[in-house]
Nanobody, 125 residues
Framework: QVSLVESGGGSVQAGDSLRLSCEAI????????VGWFRQAPGKVREYVSG????????FYADSVKGRFTISRNSAQNTVFLQMTNLRPEDTAVYYC??????????????????WGQGTQVSVSS
């Protein structure tokens, strides 16, 4: 069983940057595919980005393409989401999700087996 812990959220101004971290606790993370999702108040959880372990590949929702970058540091057992040029519409609780078999381009949150507790990102205009 792998536990996921997100960190790095905060309150920023539009145009600022944040880096979210998703650390795996309990077992090595290197052979898991990992996705980032977000959920704003009153809205459904939506896919943001994902990274496959083999072959190494990354995926992005159109709304964040060119602004967000997902990466993995296997030595730190952590996946990062670098967010730049943040907009008020990026405000949400951000969750990381992991699964050994689900491809990280999968946008259906229900198929990912492991989830973190979420970290709040608030962007003001």
């Amino acid at each position: 069983q792998v536990s996921l812990v997100e960190s790095g959220g905060g309150s920023v101004q539009a145009g600022d940057s944040l880096r979210l971290s998703c650390e795996a606790i309990g077992r090595t993370f290197s052979r898991y595919n990992v996705g980032w999702f977000r959920q704003a108040p009153g809205k459904v959880r939506e896919y943001v980005s994902g990274i496959n372990w083999s072959p190494p590949s990354t995926f992005y929702a159109d709304s964040v393409k060119g602004r967000f970058t997902i990466s993995r540091n296997s030595a730190q057992n952590t996946v990062f989401l670098q967010m730049t040029n943040l907009r008020p519409e990026d405000t949400a609780v951000y969750y990381c999700a992991a699964d050994q078999y689900t491809m990280a381009y999968t946008t259906d949150a229900s198929v990912y087996r492991h989830w973190g507790q979420g970290t709040q990102v608030s962007v003001s205009s």
